[in-house]
């Protein structure tokens, strides 16, 4: 049984953009005619940056070490790797001896891929 194209099934989807569009422009348009209007007085206090009331002390941008970076997006990147493992354990029955031997191949490119970050020196901070 083919099922055609019927626009009226879209109308759900086009209400709820309308709605939220127009929640958007209202909330712009009475939040700029509500509020009230002042003169913006710049002073060395208010533009200090706040940081949940502990005083400022130093320069704020020192230097993270490359390692740092190296190790969040090594975990970010094995992180999303990991996320595929759990449709394949929700389908393991269906997926048969295929599934189970694309799985190997994939664990197989991951467990590569931990030995050759770890042959790189990834994970040695003293560095």
């Given at each position: 049984m083919e099922?055609?194209?019927?626009?009226?099934d879209y109308i759900p989807i086009l209400?709820?953009?309308?709605?939220?569009?127009?929640?958007?422009v209202i909330t712009m348009v009475l939040t700029?005619?509500?509020?009230?209007?002042?003169?913006?007085?710049?002073t060395l206090r208010k533009d200090e940056n706040f940081e949940c009331g502990i005083e400022v002390?130093?320069?704020?941008?020192?230097?993270f070490s490359v390692k740092y970076f190296l190790i969040a997006i090594l975990?970010?990147?094995?992180?999303?790797e990991i996320i595929f493992f759990y449709p394949w354990a929700i389908?393991?029955?269906e997926s048969g001896w295929d599934g189970f031997?694309?799985?190997l191949l994939f664990l197989g490119f991951l467990l590569f891929g931990f030995y050759y970050i770890y042959k790189k020196g990834a994970f040695n901070w003293e560095e």
């Open positions: 099922r055609t194209f019927i626009p009226s209400v709820q953009s309308v709605v939220a569009l127009g929640f958007v700029h005619v509500i509020g009230g209007k002042r003169k913006k007085i710049r002390k130093g320069n704020a941008r020192f230097p975990f970010v990147l094995f992180d999303v389908n393991f029955k031997l694309e799985m």
